[in-house]
């Protein structure tokens, strides 16, 4: 970790865009781990894995508790959303829907949650030098390596899906005779074109994925920012609060949206991986 090296708002960016990172391998070829959104996302992964399992033990077939029913209100409408976009076998792409909705709902949540705040707290425990020093970033969704991440995992999981719907030879043969179908010599000439084009494709959409929210997700924060930079001060306190308000219940929609959008694509993207060209 180095100190931030600029000054005033461009210093105050600066700092909160650096993460806290464990450095490996050689001097010459360093490897840098973000420790920080690792962190984040580890443990609002588990916090979602305990709160649906604890209302999955709890659940009653009775007049269901409000927390109960929050659940269930959840997974209502993502099974519907997965019902109206798959139609095929659910039980399996219900719960991988609910988990990536949930999982990078939590996660782009914590944009909401004050840019000073994890300095305030080093500073209370080990003082103003060590904040000053101190790197951490709230938002793993804000990380291109934690969208990545989930997007590769996606991307194995549609693999998998296209495999087990039309076996190996078939998801071969699909990759060297679709979108241009041909016959005799055409079919031989076309073969290599064909299985240019599905790479592409594949590779598009998990590309696609994790650019899509990274960008949004970045762009909130550094809205975030801007607005706590440029309105430090007493002077500028009150509208600073004002714009962070709005700014804040304006991205409510967005963090909301994104996770649905990264949601549904990969449901729709599993149901093409089932099906033909």
């Known amino acids: 970790m180095s100190e931030s090296s600029g000054g005033g708002l461009t210093g105050y960016i600066q ?5 806290n990172q464990a450095v490996h391998g050689a001097p010459a070829d360093p490897s840098n781990f973000n420790w920080d959104s690792w962190a984040v996302a580890l443990a609002l992964g588990l916090l979602f894995v305990l709160w649906f399992g604890r209302a999955a033990r709890k659940a009653t077939a009775g007049v269901p508790s ?4 929050f659940v269930e209100l959840i997974v209502e409408f993502v099974d519907g959303q997965v019902r109206d976009t798959f139609h095929g076998d659910r039980r399996t792409v219900t719960p991988l829907a609910i988990t990536i ?8 949540t914590m944009d909401l949650i004050p840019l000073d705040l994890p300095g305030m707290l080093v ?32 991307f194995l999981i549609l693999i998998g899906h296209a495999w087990s719907a039309k076996g190996g030879m078939g998801f071969g043969k699909e990759l060297l005779t679709a979108p241009f ?13 064909n299985l240019v084009m ?25 809205v975030f920012m801007l607005i706590a930079g440029l309105m430090a ?3 500028t306190f009150l509208p600073g609060v004002i714009a962070n308000a709005a700014w804040g219940i304006f991205h409510i929609l967005i963090i909301l949206l994104q996770a649905f959008i990264f949601m ?5 993207y599993i149901a093409g991986a089932r099906e033909g060209h």
């Not at 494709?201 to 929210?213: C, Q, T, Y």
């Not at 549904?264 to 729709?268: G, R």
Request: proline share 3%.
């Open 15 to 19: 700092h909160h865009l650096t993460h």
């Open 66 to 69: 409000k927390g109960q029913a």
């Open 101 to 108: 909705f949930m999982w990078i709902v939590f996660m782009n």
């Open 123 to 154: 500073t209370l425990v080990s003082g103003e030098e060590a904040a000053h020093h101190s790197y951490f970033r709230m938002v793993p969704t804000a990380d291109l390596n934690t969208t990545l991440g989930i997007s590769a995992s996606v």
């Open 181 to 193: 179908h041909a016959h005799g010599f055409g079919a031989i000439v076309l073969a290599p074109v």
């Open 198 to 222: 599905n790479i592409i494709e594949w590779l598009v959409k998990p590309i696609s994925l994790a650019m899509r929210l990274f960008g949004n997700m970045y762009g909130g924060e550094l």
């Open 233 to 235: 001060g007493w002077v």
């Open 264 to 268: 549904i694509l990969t449901v729709v």
